[in-house]
């Protein structure tokens, strides 16, 4: 098991280093000056040169890079170029206001699928069964941003029930807060629910067709008693692998919600920050998603170990 | 041993959970619903939603009409200010002499009037801040408005005179806009995220990515505001605006950008629709400094080619004004130039035989922006009724826009909104700009005209503008309405949008 988190902790650095140059690569290869964008229209070419040698984009690129990586091992994100202050800070209350809601996300996401697949799979042969594997598909073909504005226009503009759009955080005002994330955690839970419902489905499907299990039925329990007992463990490591996936992909989906929603969130601000090439921002908020699916995926691997000890021994 | 593991992911989750939560609410974020964002009927607060937050709280070093749009006026203002028709009038200088060779400045200043951290303002004060703009402190471009300043000396508290190199009618003007804001010298520390002004409001909160809080200041010298706070709202496009209006969350959306949505507001009488007018010149603008366009018979074929009520009708639903030459009603030298190219598809084709420029491909470099993209396929099928084959190709705004167009003049025709105000000379008058105009013709007539008195400032100008207008350097298709939609009870909106300020100093409840 040590040997395995070694080569987990390697693979992670190497992955993270690999993609602070990809980033940094690609943010200097699309074209724009963020110094002609931060003075707009009218700006002299010496105020440009001026602005550039403070945003330090006249230097040569290696050593911007090195530079900026540099500092993120410090912890240090830089200064923004149109915040003008430090990234660090901003990253992190946006980082919160994300994490809370893809946790939401995920949660509501599993509070649909577990119990949804269970039945779907137990009944398989029933209409309930196959008209809840059809739902699931259908919600597997909606894109998030198509079931946002689907629920902004019936249950926000139509009948008023939640607010279209705004965030207040949960500490301020949690009534407010449940109000407004209503609308946003349905709209990334329901599409993450149908994708998982769908694995649910299949892993009881093979759970209940295993030697164990048909074991526990002879021996007197019923259909649902046994996979609670038997089953449900052994179903849970492929849903989780799935649901590991999933994470990473909803982090991504939030940052199209966060848009529909105007949610002051990682999203908002990585599309802001790519609209006004503010390098240091962007680099510095893929980063951190990079790390998040890094880390998300390091979490799934020990979680295997600790479920399935049969994993644990092959390591 | 079986157990724990279970017990432990799904304690983790939890944790994780309640540890986000925690933190956020300990965060920096102060929530939105209160103070009336999410509530905001009633005479405590207004909710203003708006596209396009500031990106800092600074136009002193950030460009973009989103910072003067929620700061002049609210917290900042000026010696003079512009108002709803255009007009100078005073605000925090009472009066102003001006010597006969029109250089020197006298401005009486109102006043008991303070900032908000305190501190009173006084003559030294508007010393400090016209110096200001010629230091390296001010990264704007708009800085070089304040080049013609020769001198600034205090005569007492309330008295300071300006020193002009050369009279300039531009000037006075320019004062009114936020080259012009009266800044606190204790007060610049921190410009980026602390406002401190002489208006009647102050930023009490700021939420990014989502909003601005403005809270009206108990000791502002003028008129108090009739609401305790003005809230702006920043949305990420106009179909979010009017959705958060339709569901309570904001009362009123100002300058509204896509007037397809308005009919049904139009026909509810729990809602408002102000349709002002604005700077903005949405401009086809052709690159006049090579071919084909460095032809003016090319460009006149243009002019005449495009028939702007329809652009305007179809793009734009009708809303804005026609306007003949790159001048908004609330110029002083505005004069109607609507009838100078009328549509006239076959004398366009005429042009174009005559400069041997039939059957012509240019390239159409439309900047990603709402009203680029609807105004762009019906002038592209107006062009082609005239025999000009144009191909659209879209164009990232602003980073690839600025980039491609602007810095490196690589395009035949492109379209912008042109915002800022009384900014004729900005474009024409400088070869190097990217319309690429010769301004050989009209560098004197310009100088001369800012040079003298009123009169002269206006029919000066007019001449200029003629001239512009008979080189057919740009066609602005029509100026940009400046549209608020609100909850019917709201009072005292500013329906024009005359400098880029949103003033909402009486903005009310019925």
Same mark, same amino acid.
């Given at each position: 098991?040590?040997?395995?988190?070694?080569?987990?902790?390697?693979?992670?650095? %190497?992955?993270?280093?690999?993609?602070?140059?990809?980033?940094?690569?690609?943010?200097?290869?699309?074209?724009?000056?963020?110094?002609?964008?931060?003075?707009?229209?009218?700006?002299?070419?010496?105020?440009?040169?001026?602005?550039?040698?403070?945003?330090?984009?006249?230097?040569?690129?290696?050593?911007?890079?090195?530079?900026?990586?540099?500092?993120?091992?410090?912890?240090?994100?830089?200064?923004?170029?149109?915040?003008?202050?430090?990234?660090?800070?901003?990253?992190?209350?946006?980082?919160?206001?994300?994490?809370?809601?893809?946790?939401?996300?995920?949660?509501? %996401?599993?509070?649909?699928?577990?119990?949804?697949?269970?039945?779907?799979?137990?009944?398989?042969?029933?209409?309930?069964?196959?008209?809840?594997?059809?739902?699931?598909?259908?919600?597997? %073909?909606?894109?998030?941003?198509?079931?946002?504005?689907?629920?902004?226009?019936?249950?926000?503009?139509?009948?008023?029930?939640?607010?279209?759009?705004?965030?207040?955080?949960?500490?301020?005002?949690?009534?407010?807060?449940?109000?407004?994330?209503?609308?946003?955690?349905?709209?990334? %839970?329901?599409?993450?629910?149908?994708?998982?419902?769908?694995?649910?489905?299949?892993?009881?499907?093979?759970?209940?067709?295993?030697?164990?299990?048909?074991?526990?039925?002879?021996?007197?329990?019923?259909?649902?008693?046994?996979?609670?007992?038997?089953?449900?463990?052994?179903?849970?490591?492929?849903?989780?692998?799935?649901?590991?996936?999933?994470?990473?992909?909803?982090?991504?989906?939030?940052?199209?919600?966060?848009?529909?929603?105007?949610?002051?969130?990682?999203?908002?601000?990585?599309?802001?920050?790519?609209?006004?090439?503010?390098?240091?921002?962007?680099?510095?908020?893929?980063?951190?998603?990079?790390?998040?699916?890094?880390?998300?995926?390091?979490?799934?691997?020990?979680?295997?170990?600790?479920?399935?000890?049969?994993?644990?021994?092959?390591? | 041993?079986?157990?724990?593991?279970?017990?432990?992911?799904?304690?983790?989750?939890?944790?994780?959970?309640?540890?986000?939560?925690?933190?956020?609410?300990?965060?920096?974020?102060?929530?939105?619903?209160?103070?009336?964002?999410?509530?905001?009927?009633?005479?405590?607060?207004?909710?203003?939603?708006?596209?396009?937050?500031?990106?800092?709280?600074?136009?002193?070093?950030?460009?973009?009409?989103?910072?003067?749009?929620?700061?002049?006026? *609210?917290?900042?203002?000026?010696l003079?200010?512009?108002?709803?028709?255009?007009?100078?009038?005073?605000?925090?200088a009472e009066s102003w002499e001006i010597s006969?060779?029109?250089t020197t400045y006298t401005f009486t200043l109102?006043?008991?009037?303070?900032?908000?951290?305190?501190?009173?303002?006084?003559a030294?004060?508007v010393?400090?801040?016209?110096?200001?703009?010629?230091?390296?402190?001010?990264?704007?471009?708009?800085?070089?408005?304040?080049?013609?300043?020769?001198?600034v000396t205090v005569l007492s508290?309330t008295e300071v005179r300006v020193q002009?190199?050369?009279?300039?009618?531009?000037?006075?003007?320019?004062?009114?806009?936020?080259?012009?804001?009266?800044?606190?010298?204790?007060?610049?520390?921190?410009?980026?995220?602390?406002?401190?002004?002489?208006?009647?409001?102050?930023?009490?909160?700021?939420?990014?990515?989502?909003?601005?809080?403005?809270?009206?200041?108990?000791?502002?010298?003028?008129?108090?505001?009739?609401?305790?706070?003005?809230?702006?709202?920043?949305?990420?496009?106009?179909?979010?605006?009017?959705?958060?209006?339709?569901?309570?969350?904001?009362?009123?959306?100002?300058?509204?950008?896509?007037?397809?949505?308005?009919?049904?507001?139009?026909?509810?009488?729990?809602?408002?629709?102000?349709?002002?007018?604005?700077?903005?010149?949405?401009?086809?603008?052709? *690159?006049?400094?090579?071919?084909?366009?460095?032809?003016?018979?090319?460009?006149?074929?243009?002019?005449?080619?495009?028939?702007?009520?329809?652009?305007?009708?179809?793009?734009?639903?009708?809303?804005?004004?026609?306007?003949?030459?790159?001048?908004?009603?609330?110029?002083?030298?505005?004069?109607?130039?609507?009838?100078?190219?009328?549509?006239?598809?076959?004398?366009?084709?005429?042009?174009?035989?005559?400069?041997?420029?039939?059957?012509?491909?240019?390239?159409?470099?439309?900047?990603?922006?709402?009203?680029?993209?609807?105004?762009?396929?019906?002038?592209?099928?107006?062009?082609?009724?005239?025999?000009?084959?144009?191909?659209?190709?879209?164009?990232?705004?602003?980073?690839?826009?600025?980039?491609?167009?602007?810095?490196?003049?690589?395009?035949?025709?492109?379209?912008?909104?042109?915002?800022?105000?009384?900014?004729?000379?900005?474009?024409?008058?400088?070869?190097?700009?990217?319309?690429?105009?010769?301004?050989?013709?009209?560098?004197?007539?310009?100088?001369?005209?800012?040079?003298?008195?009123?009169?002269?400032?206006?029919?000066?100008?007019?001449?200029?503008?003629?001239?512009?207008?008979?080189?057919?350097?740009?066609?602005?298709?029509?100026?940009?309405? *400046?549209?608020?939609?609100?909850?019917?009870?709201?009072?005292?909106?500013?329906?024009?949008?005359?400098?880029?300020?949103?003033?909402?100093?009486?903005?009310?409840?019925?």
């Amino acid at each position: 098991m040590g040997i395995r988190l070694l080569i987990n902790a390697a693979r992670f650095a %190497a992955t993270f280093l690999a993609a602070t140059v990809a980033v940094f690569l690609f943010m200097r290869a699309i074209p724009g000056d963020p110094a002609q964008i931060a003075l707009g229209v009218n700006a002299t070419e010496e105020l440009l040169e001026q602005t550039r040698r403070e945003f330090g984009t006249d230097r040569p690129l290696a050593v911007q890079y090195l530079d900026w990586v540099g500092g993120l091992f410090r912890g240090d994100f830089g200064v923004s170029y149109v915040t003008r202050q430090d990234i660090s800070p901003l990253l992190l209350d946006r980082l919160q206001v994300s994490l809370i809601l893809v946790g939401l996300a995920m949660a509501a %996401a599993l509070l649909i699928a577990v119990p949804f697949g269970t039945i779907a799979a137990l009944r398989h042969r029933k209409p309930s069964g196959v008209l809840l594997s059809g739902l699931s598909q259908l919600g597997v %073909a909606v894109p998030g941003f198509l079931a946002a504005i689907m629920l902004v226009v019936v249950f926000a503009v139509g009948l008023g029930w939640f607010p279209a759009n705004g965030w207040t955080p949960p500490g301020v005002d949690f009534a407010d807060f449940l109000h407004r994330v209503t609308l946003p955690v349905l709209a990334l %839970a329901s599409v993450q629910g149908a994708v998982l419902t769908r694995y649910v489905r299949s892993a009881v499907l093979e759970v209940m067709s295993e030697d164990y299990l048909r074991t526990a039925r002879a021996k007197g329990l019923g259909k649902l008693e046994a996979l609670v007992k038997h089953g449900l463990r052994n179903a849970a490591v492929p849903v989780l692998t799935v649901a590991s996936v999933q994470l990473a992909a909803l982090i991504i989906g939030a940052v199209v919600i966060e848009r529909v929603f105007v949610i002051p969130g990682l999203g908002s601000m990585l599309l802001d920050a790519v609209g006004n090439r503010d390098l240091l921002t962007v680099q510095s908020v893929v980063m951190v998603l990079v790390s998040l699916t890094l880390i998300i995926n390091l979490a799934v691997d020990v979680l295997y170990t600790i479920i399935d000890p049969r994993l644990r021994k092959r390591s | 041993m079986r157990r724990i593991p279970v017990r432990s992911s799904a304690a983790l989750l939890l944790t994780a959970l309640t540890l986000s939560a925690c933190s956020a609410g300990s965060g920096g974020q102060s929530g939105s619903g209160q103070d009336g964002a999410g509530n905001g009927q009633g005479s405590d607060g207004v909710v203003v939603a708006l596209t396009g937050e500031p990106a800092n709280l600074d136009f002193t070093t950030t460009a973009g009409a989103a910072i003067p749009q929620a700061l002049m006026a *609210n917290v900042y203002e000026g010696l003079v200010e512009i108002d709803q028709d255009g007009q100078i009038q005073p605000l925090l200088a009472e009066s102003w002499e001006i010597s006969d060779d029109r250089t020197t400045y006298t401005f009486t200043l109102q006043p008991g009037v303070t900032f908000s951290n305190g501190e009173a303002f006084t003559a030294d004060d508007v010393k400090f801040s016209l110096e200001r703009v010629k230091s390296d402190a001010w990264l704007s471009s708009l800085k070089t408005k304040m080049d013609v300043v020769d001198g600034v000396t205090v005569l007492s508290d309330t008295e300071v005179r300006v020193q002009l190199s050369r009279p300039s009618n531009a000037w006075l003007f320019d004062l009114g806009t936020p080259v012009g804001a009266m800044f606190d010298e204790s007060g610049v520390a921190d410009l980026a995220s602390t406002a401190i002004g002489t208006g009647p409001f102050t930023v009490q909160a700021w939420n990014r990515g989502e909003s601005i809080e403005l809270a009206a200041r108990t000791d502002y010298w003028g008129e108090s505001p009739k609401v305790e706070t003005a809230t702006l709202r920043y949305f990420a496009d106009a179909v979010a605006t009017t959705n958060a209006l339709r569901s309570g969350d904001v009362d009123v959306v100002y300058n509204m950008q896509a007037p397809e949505l308005l009919p049904t507001f139009a026909g509810d009488d729990a809602f408002q629709v102000l349709e002002g007018t604005s700077n903005g010149e949405v401009m086809l603008s052709m *690159n006049n400094a090579r071919p084909p366009f460095d032809d003016v018979r090319v460009r006149q074929a243009v002019l005449h080619a495009i028939d702007r009520q329809a652009v305007l009708d179809t793009a734009w639903s009708g809303y804005g004004t026609l306007v003949g030459a790159p001048v908004p009603p609330t110029d002083p030298y505005y004069e109607d130039l609507n009838n100078a190219y009328p549509y006239d598809p076959e004398k366009a084709r005429a042009l174009l035989a005559e400069a041997g420029a039939e059957n012509l491909d240019i390239t159409f470099t439309v900047p990603t922006r709402p009203y680029a993209t609807a105004v762009s396929e019906i002038v592209v099928s107006q062009l082609a009724e005239a025999g000009i084959n144009a191909t659209i190709e879209s164009a990232e705004f602003p980073a690839v826009w600025l980039d491609q167009v602007f810095t490196r003049h690589d395009y035949d025709m492109s379209v912008v909104l042109a915002v800022e105000s009384r900014d004729l000379l900005t474009m024409f008058n400088n070869p190097d700009y990217y319309l690429g105009y010769d301004n050989a013709k009209i560098k004197d007539a310009a100088a001369a005209a800012d040079a003298a008195d009123e009169a002269g400032y206006i029919s000066g100008m007019q001449q200029v503008v003629r001239t512009i207008n008979d080189d057919a350097a740009a066609n602005v298709l029509f100026l940009f309405p *400046n549209i608020v939609v609100a909850k019917a009870g709201v009072t005292g909106l500013p329906a024009n949008s005359v400098t880029e300020a949103l003033d909402l100093g009486s903005a009310g409840w019925q």
